[in-house]
């Protein structure tokens, strides 16, 4: 079993930057890959980021390419994922996901752990 735990959402501006930190805990010795995900209100949850094991392979979604990035310290068992020049389409519950597998996936059924999720809103 991992356990997830999301932190770092809030309240922002249009064009300001968060920074969701997600931390692991319990069997965190194997090789797993972690994805980011979100959900608006009235929508189906949709894919952002993801990243493997060894963090050389990372995969953003068409819609923040270029504003978010995400990278992983595994000697803490942490993934962030950093959101610059936010938009209020970003707004949602964001949430941390890891499978034990070392190549990343964009699809959340390929996801067996799930973080309570973290909310983002951004003003315009």
């Known amino acids: 079993q991992v356990q997830l735990v999301e932190s770092g959402g809030g309240l922002v501006q249009a064009g300001g930057s968060l920074r969701l930190s997600c931390a692991a805990s319990?069997?965190?010795?194997?090789?797993?890959?972690m994805g980011w995900f979100r959900q608006a209100p009235g929508k189906e949850r949709e894919f952002v980021a993801a990243?493997?094991?060894?963090?050389?392979?990372?995969y953003i979604a068409d819609s923040v390419k270029g504003r978010f990035t995400i990278s992983r310290h595994n000697a803490k068992n942490t993934v962030d994922l950093q959101m610059n020049s936010l938009k209020p389409e970003d707004t949602a519950v964001y949430y941390c996901?890891?499978?034990?597998?070392?190549?990343?996936?964009?699809?959340?059924?390929?996801?067996?752990?799930w973080g309570q999720g973290t909310q983002v809103t951004v003003s315009s």
């Open positions: 996901a890891a499978r034990t597998f070392p190549i990343a996936t964009q699809l959340s059924d390929e996801y067996t752990y």
């Open positions: 990243i493997s094991w060894s963090g050389v392979n990372t």
């Open positions: 319990g069997r965190t010795n194997s090789a797993y890959s």
